[in-house]
Nanobody
Framework: QVLLVESGGGSVQAGRSLRLSCEVY????????MAWYRQAPGKQRELVAG???????NYADSVKGRFTISRDNAENTVYLQMNSLKPEDTAVYYC?????????????WGQGTQVTVAS
């Protein structure tokens, strides 16, 4: 099982920046991709950004140009740099890992970190 530990959330004013970190404990697993999701109160969890083993990235339209996902393989950490934050970015942010298990792909989730953006 892959263990994920997020950090870096907090409360900021609109227009400011935050960087989320996700420490990845592979426990021998082969990871296919990493991603950040978020869930705002009363809304479904949505994909924010993803990065695969080739470092190809994808973003939700709502964060393109403002958020950047990256990873440091040496540190086994995935980051989400969030710039020009807006109140609508307020949510619990979850790190996720898609990894191979039993011949198929499965997901592991972190515990989540709260991001609150005040107007």
């Amino acid at each position: 099982q892959v263990l994920l530990v997020e950090s870096g959330g907090g409360s900021v004013q609109a227009g400011r920046s935050l960087r989320l970190s996700c420490e990845v404990y592979r426990n021998g697993a082969s990871i296919n991709a990493m991603a950040w999701y978020r869930q705002a109160p009363g809304k479904q969890r949505e994909l924010v950004a993803g990065i695969d083993t080739n470092d190809s990235t994808n973003y939700a339209d709502s964060v393109k140009g403002r958020f950047t996902i990256s990873r440091d393989n040496a540190e086994n950490t995935v980051y989400l740099q969030m710039n020009s934050l807006k109140p609508e970015d307020t949510a619990v942010y979850y790190c996720a890992a898609e990894f191979w298990k039993g011949g198929g792909l499965t997901m592991s989730w972190g515990q989540g970190t709260q991001v609150t953006v005040a107007s």
